[in-house]
């Protein structure tokens, strides 16, 4: 079991920056498919950003495709989710997560994933 605690988030004008941070601890961080979440008020969770076990491939939704990059540093077990550009419409809570299945570039995003963490929350202002 992989446990998981997000870190990050804040209140930013439109325009400016977050780093998100999702430590790792209980098994290799290599060993998972790693997700971004975001679920804003009154709409449903959606998948936000992947990446994938060994060969490292990543995944983004068309929404923040441009704008957000996922990165992980297998030292020190943590996966990043930089946000530029960010726009009110990205408020929501952010949540990162982890899958034991094996993925495709083209079901990276729609994989089961299997353990989650708290959530962050993350507010941009215009």
């Known amino acids: 079991q992989v446990q998981l605690v997000e870190s990050g988030g804040g209140s930013v004008q439109a325009g400016g920056s977050l780093r998100l941070s999702c430590a790792a601890s209980g098994r290799i961080l290599s060993s998972y498919v790693m997700g971004w979440f975001r679920q804003a008020p009154g709409k449903e969770r959606e998948a936000v950003a992947a990446l994938n076990k060994s060969n490292g491939r990543t995944a983004y939704a068309d929404s923040v495709k441009g704008r957000f990059t996922i990165s992980r540093d297998n030292a020190k077990g943590t996966v990043y989710l930089q946000m530029d550009s960010l726009k009110p419409e990205d408020t929501a809570v952010y949540y990162c997560?982890?899958?034991?299945?094996?993925?495709?570039?083209?079901?990276?995003?729609?994989?089961?994933?299997?353990?989650w963490g708290q959530g962050t929350q993350v507010t941009v202002s215009s």
């Open positions: 997560a982890a899958s034991t299945y094996w993925a495709t570039l083209s079901s990276l995003l729609s994989l089961k994933y299997d353990y």
